[in-house]
Every structure is written in C-alpha cells, then in structure tokens.
C-alpha cells in the first residue's frame, strides 16, 4: 500500500510541472487548446486531464493509452494511441494507432493501424491496416484495407481496395482491379489449379495441383506467390512471376520436395475473359530421392547429397486463364 501512495506521488509531481508549463500557452490551434507537451499514463490521467482531446500535442509520451485533438510532431504509447482530428509525423504504440482525420506521416503499431481520408506516408503495423484516401505504403503482417490507394499495399496475406494499382499479397480483392483463375502445366508433370487477383500492375497467386510423376505417392502440391504485368495491347501483356510450390501437407512434405520458380511469359487475350499464356521459366528444386523422378535430367547446377538432389534449372509453364 505505502508503494502505490509513493507511485501515485512520484507521478502527480512529475506531471505537475509539465500541466503549469502547459497552461502558460493559452494558444489555440484549428480551434482546439495547444499543449506543447502531453505525459500520460491513461485518460483521464494527464497532463490534459480531461481536456485530452480536446487539446493539440507536439509531443505526448503515454505509458498506457495517450488521447489528443491533433498531434503535430511525435507520439508514443506503450499501448493505444487516439487522435480526434489530423497528425502530423510519427506514431507509435504497442497495440493500436487510430487517426479519425487526416494523417500524414508514419504509423508504427505492434497490431492495427487506422487513418481517415486523404491520409498519406507509411503505415506499418502488425496484423491490420485501415485507411480511407491513402497515399503511400501500406505494409502489414495480415491485412491492408483502405478505399483508393495511390501506392503499395504490401500484406502477408489479404489486401482489400476499391482501386490499388500496386496490390501485393497472396489475395487481393480489389474493386477495380482483376481476378482470374487458370490452369497450367510445367516441366516437372504438375498440372496446377491457381486463383490470381490483383490491381492493375502485381497480382497475387495461390493454387493447389497435382503431380502425375508422383502416382503411387502423395501427388497433391500446394503452391503461391507475387507477379507483376506489363500491359502492351489490348491483346497482349507480359508477365513475371515469383512462385512457390510444395508436396501437401506441408509439414510431411518439407523435405520431400520443393521448388521455386521465376516465370517470364507474354499472355495473349482471345476472347474478352479467356487468356493463354506460356513461356520460360528458372527453377530451384529440392527432393529427397523419393522424388527424384519428377527433376527433368538436365540442369544448369546440380548438387547430390546423401538423402537429397539440388539443382536449378530452365523449364516452362504454358496455359490458359478465365478472367472473372
């Protein structure tokens, strides 16, 4: 008990300084109160009190939770950061950055980033991102949302937009943009199943397929990756693609084999929602000997090893998309 009375003490006289400094700048910005400097360790205990929000920071230091008006300059809390109207500069909290207005500048989130209209700079965050009218990057470990992106969103999984140019992740759904699904074959025997989605310039893939070469053994292959197009007619577009594949399930096929491939192929449109495309591709393979009947015979390098096969090599890929 004697503990927590100290801590309170410290506390209060610490802040106390700060809060009188404060109210000697009775000047107020964009019709709020300026307070150059916020300590907080969560609303309403701060410096502002229960002016919080109602009040513009250049600088507000929270243990817990910090609230502003507006903050021009810099934030830091240790878990949630709110700002009613706009920020200018950098954002950092633990859990949660949310900007209602305007944001320019950098959020930095341990999971969710949110801004509201015309908000441009960087948001990197965790898990989620949130914007309306974005410029800019956004970059999370999950998921980017936003309305009209003018930039890159850059996901570990989904990116959601009305219009994105630059959509990178393994699913995009973009109003605006394409979603297709197509068949193909390559050099190895597999016959891949992928849904491709994206913007206008890079796409995102995911597929499942099967491996005749592998009869008699698990077949099935799970694979994805990022492509980026060059639109050069109405008819005619060249595409490049990064790709992954691996023997499912995954965790029993890691060392059975796997393959990664870099795919550089002109796509040609028939009909306005049919596509074939086809062309080369460099591949990186690794099997154990169980597999070692799906590796073509030749190779640009190769590597035996006691229990494994290791080599790269030229192939190709061909086949034939429904644009949705």
């Avoid at 008819?235 to 870099?262: G, I, Y």
Wanted: charged share 15%; glycine share 12%; net charge positive.
């Amino acid at each position: 008990m004697d503990r927590l009375r100290l801590f309170i003490m410290v506390g209060v006289l610490f802040m106390l300084p700060v809060k009188l400094w404060s109210q000697s700048n009775p000047e107020e910005e964009n019709g709020g109160k300026w307070r150059p400097i916020q300590v907080s360790f969560f609303y309403p205990l701060c410096t502002n009190g229960f002016e919080a929000s109602s009040c513009a920071n250049n600088l507000s230091i929270s243990f817990i939770e910090g609230r502003s008006r507006s903050v021009n300059g810099l934030a830091l809390a240790g878990c949630v950061n709110t700002v009613k109207a706009d920020s200018r500069g950098l954002l950092v909290s633990g859990i949660l950055n949310a900007v209602h207005g305007t944001m320019s500048g950098v959020q930095l989130a341990g999971l969710v980033n949110i801004a509201g209209t015309a908000s441009r700079g960087i948001q990197l965050a965790g898990l989620v991102n949130v914007a309306r009218d974005f410029s800019g990057l956004q970059l999370a470990g999950l998921v980017n949302v936003a309305h009209t992106v003018r930039g890159v969103q850059l996901a570990g999984l989904i990116n959601v937009a009305d219009s994105s140019d630059f959509p990178i992740g393994f699913i995009n759904l973009i109003k605006n943009g394409e979603m297709g699904i197509a068949v193909s074959y390559n050099e190895l025997g597999t016959t891949m199943l992928t849904f491709q989605s994206g913007g206008r310039y890079t796409y995102g893939i995911v597929g499942i397929g099967y491996n005749h070469y592998l009869r008699g053994q698990q077949p099935f292959i799970a694979g994805g990756g990022i492509g980026a197009r060059i639109n050069c007619t109405n008819w005619l577009r060249l595409s490049c693609e990064l790709t992954s594949t691996n023997l499912l399930p995954a965790k029993a096929s890691l060392d059975r084999l796997m393959v990664a491939n870099f795919s550089l192929f002109p796509a040609f449109r028939l009909l306005p929602h049919l596509e074939l495309f086809g062309g080369p591709r460099l591949s990186y393979a690794s099997a154990n000997h169980d597999c070692r009947n799906v590796l073509p015979s030749y190779s640009l390098w190769r590597r035996l090893g006691p229990s494994r096969i290791q080599q790269l090599h030229l192939g190709f890929q061909a086949g034939v998309q429904y644009i949705i």
